[in-house]
């Protein structure tokens, strides 16, 4: 009987003091003004922090995109578009790096701008715009392509990859 009392006392006194008394406690010390001073400091450095990566992550992304259009347009003579594409097949600058720079660049300055405002609605969204344009690509853009270039597309998919870049140097064998 006296180890039945004696355990019953230790699981009340658990229960007041850990989940009862001590959480209440922090709870108050929560609501002080110094500690709601100290929390505003780290979420306005949180908040800075999320800026300056966001925004550098999205001003990359955006300004590979536009570097990737522009040379489109002069080497390739044309937009990146289906109703006006390049004429001339581009596979150089960035292009050696990744099949889709652009949209690879599209898709890192959407992510920047989810960092930046901290928004998860901005991170779904750039990625159903990374499914889309996956999509896309590999069932309207890739089969035109290698019906406009032939053999060259073909090689070219063969040696780069189509998202994520390769930033490493060919094999001999593979210089061609």
Excluded at 102 to 126: D, E, I, R, T
Excluded at 146 to 164: A, H, L, Q, S, V
Aim: aromatic residues 16%; hydrophobic residues 50%; contains cysteine.
């Amino acid at each position: 009987m006296k180890t039945v009392v004696r355990g019953l006392f230790f699981v009340v006194i658990w229960f007041l003091v850990f989940l009862l008394l001590l959480p209440w406690l922090v709870y108050l010390a929560e609501q002080s003004a110094q500690i709601q001073r100290i929390e505003q400091r780290v979420k306005t450095l949180d908040e800075q922090i999320r800026h300056v990566v966001g925004g550098t992550i999205g001003g990359v992304g955006l300004a590979v995109a536009f570097y990737c259009a522009v040379m489109l347009a002069i080497r390739g003579r044309g937009i990146p578009a289906p109703f006006d594409p390049p004429q001339r097949f581009v596979a150089g600058g960035l292009y050696k790096l990744c099949r889709n720079p652009m949209m690879f660049a599209n898709v890192v300055a959407l992510f920047g701008y989810a960092v930046y405002f901290g928004s998860w609605m901005l991170l779904l969204y750039a990625l159903i715009f990374w499914l889309i344009s996956h999509l896309f690509i590999i069932l309207y853009e890739e089969p035109h392509l290698i019906g406009r270039f032939g053999d060259d597309y073909r090689t070219y998919m063969d040696k780069t990859p189509r998202w994520w870049p390769q930033f490493r140097k060919p094999r001999p064998s593979e210089r061609g």
